[in-house]
């Protein structure tokens, strides 16, 4: 399989790109290369923003699938879809839970994937994606749209896969060590009054998920998250488990809450990627660790 990853220089992309090469596939890297391509990997120079140079550093490749780890806007999504038109049939998207955001409730069910169809969704091209502010404060929305202008326009096979809050690894995020830092030290967490359930996934899994996606014949999206959602105080009772302290939970003002202290449930139903063949872990069989790893940091 020849493959195509543009971005995973840090988090689950890097070990992506190590999943890929090490199940003998020829990996192909495209980034600004801020960051060093792990070994056996061919490198590629460029600003994915920049069609022209994309177009010049990709020359006459071809690839079996793509990989896109940093897509977040439908303007970006529109470059892609020019760009590997005829050099790809088959394309998987990492999107995000947060496609999700506004539909939750509190009480809710567990969100399947029909519940954002991307052949439904309308895209913008007008609004001011290349603003790092407001493509940072539609992140959900960035993303919805590159589900969207993707799966209606491009002349390829579109997988987009919503990955849940990954956890461990190389988090550059904080947002588990918010929690493990604050419990560890007795101060006090911020939640919401009644905190609903997330779903979360291990980086290891999400990038065996995303190297088996790429290898799969599947199309349209996929959920991807482990087994167990939890609330903000679950979650701070399960940290607190492990490194034998009593969390402090507190009520504060909505600019103050905890990462992961959402006032609605969109937790992710993962029957379609169990019915194509994908048994994910359960959450608690690997929370122990990554809390241990973020408390050693």
């Not at 470059?79 to 038109?85: D, L, N, P």
């Not at 940072?136 to 919805?144: M, N, Q």
């Not at 096979?157 to 461990?168: E, I, S």
């Not at 009520?251 to 994910?280: I, N, Q, V, W």
Request: charged content about 20%; overall charge negative; some cysteine.
């Amino acid at each position: 399989m020849d493959v195509c990853v543009i971005g995973g220089s840090r988090h689950f992309g890097r070990r992506l790109i190590g999943e890929l090469r090490d199940s003998g596939a020829a990996v192909t890297v495209v980034n600004r290369g801020t960051t060093p391509a792990p070994p056996g990997v061919t490198h590629l120079l460029a600003d994915r923003d920049d069609e022209a140079a994309l177009r010049t550093a990709l020359g006459g490749r071809r690839f079996d699938v793509v990989v896109d780890q940093v897509c977040y806007s439908p303007l970006q999504a529109a470059v892609a879809a020019r760009v590997f038109a005829g050099r790809t049939r088959r394309y998987v998207l990492t999107s995000t839970v947060e496609v999700y955001a506004e539909l939750g409730r509190p009480g809710g069910p567990a969100v399947p994937e029909n519940s954002v169809v991307p052949s439904d969704v309308l895209f913008d091209l007008e609004l001011p994606w290349a603003d790092e502010r407001f493509l940072a404060d539609h992140y959900g929305e960035g993303k919805r749209q590159a589900e969207a202008l993707l799966t209606r326009e491009a002349p390829f096979d579109v997988v987009p896969v919503r990955t849940a809050h990954v956890l461990g690894g190389a988090d550059f995020t904080g947002r588990l060590a918010h929690y493990v830092e604050r419990i560890g030290q007795g101060l006090p967490v911020v939640v919401h009054p009644a905190p609903q359930p997330a779903s979360f996934v291990h980086e290891p899994e999400i990038a065996r998920f995303l190297a088996w996606a790429a290898a799969a014949d599947f199309t349209g999206p996929v959920n991807a998250a482990s087994h167990g959602p939890l609330d903000a105080r679950e979650l701070c009772a399960a940290i607190g488990g492990v490194i034998a302290a009593v969390p402090r939970l507190a009520e504060g003002p909505h600019e103050l809450l905890s990462p992961f202290s959402f006032d609605r449930c969109y937790a992710m139903d993962t029957g379609r990627a169990s019915r194509l063949g994908f048994g994910f872990s359960s959450v608690a069989d690997w929370l122990p660790r990554v809390v241990e790893e973020a408390r050693g940091r």
